[in-house]
């Protein structure tokens, strides 16, 4: 019986991701190419993203280093917490664009991820409490033509100011993909449909749709989705929700234990660069 629970709860744990290889291309599409496995204890590297922070940088696109990618620290270890078990060391480390002091946390993100939704309530309740220290910014993947259109999607409605209607979003694609099973709310068979799809969308909470198109269509718009690609194939996202501290640490639910384990995991891992730049 106790074996029994063990092999469920291991289950579960490694269920609790989206993947880019489960993801089907949508007609006309094609499924993401996935990074090799990396080698235990280190990855690829990475950038940065929104939600009351600076705009996404690409890595290595004239972004301001944080501290963190320019000077070696200790791994971070604890007696709960192991490099290469809990976490994963991105190596070299990037630069972040958070400001001096400030430890960088990134969600790499979508829409229509399950387990994304599932945590998401997990880092509200962070998020409200979280250490004055830590910036906190996210980023949708870029894996294929339904990524991409949740993530045009979340980026106009962050231009236009209207980040209530990312949570509505949220839980209209999850409300949705429950019933019909399909993750390709809100996109339609070509890019003009989808857009008319998303201004309905949005029309429903006020926003009118010329200035929705005014935002889809804007460079502004079109810079961020560039970055977002960028940042996750540098940092070789292949499944989310994925949690990156401080351009130097990737994990994820199922590492840390848990949605609850992966909140203690990511004020454990900034505090401890925070603690070791300012030591530094």
């Known amino acids: 019986m106790i074996r029994q629970l063990a092999l469920s709860t291991a289950l579960a744990l490694i269920l ?61 270890t604890s007696s709960k917490w192991q490099p290469g078990v809990n976490y994963v060391v991105v190596s070299p480390a990037q630069p972040t664009n958070a400001p001096p002091g400030k430890v960088q946390v990134m969600e790499m993100f979508w829409l229509a991820c399950p387990h994304c939704y599932a945590l998401e309530p997990h880092l509200e309740a962070w998020r ?3 250490p004055s220290y830590v910036q906190f910014v996210r980023v949708p993947v870029m894996w294929g033509p339904v990524q991409r259109a949740h993530a045009q999607l979340y980026y106009t409605l962050e231009a236009l100011g209207r980040h209530d209607l990312i949570d509505k979003a949220f839980q209209y694609i999850h409300g949705l993909e429950m019933q019909t099973g399909s993750e390709s709310i809100l996109v339609g068979s070509s890019k003009a ?42 940092y070789e996202i292949n499944s989310v929700p994925t949690i990156i501290i401080d351009g130097r640490y990737r994990t994820n639910p199922a590492k840390a234990g848990g949605e609850n384990q992966l909140i203690q995991l990511i004020d454990f891992l900034a505090k401890w660069d925070h603690d070791h730049q300012s030591a530094g």
Do not use: H, W
């Open 128 to 130: 409200k409490k979280m």
């Open 193 to 234: 449909n989808t857009l008319r799809i998303q201004q309905a969308f949005a029309a429903k909470y006020g926003v009118a749709p010329s200035a929705f198109a005014d935002a889809y269509n804007s460079f502004d718009v079109s810079t961020r989705l560039q970055q977002a690609e960028e940042i996750g194939q540098t």
């Open 16 to 76: 609790c991701a989206c993947s880019s290889r489960q993801t089907p291309a949508p007609q006309g599409g094609a499924s993401p190419s996935s990074a090799g496995a990396p080698a235990a204890g280190t990855s690829g590297p990475g950038g940065a993203g929104t939600s009351g922070a600076s705009p996404p940088t690409a890595p290595g696109a004239g972004a301001s280093s944080s501290a963190a990618a320019n000077s070696p620290l200790a791994l971070p």
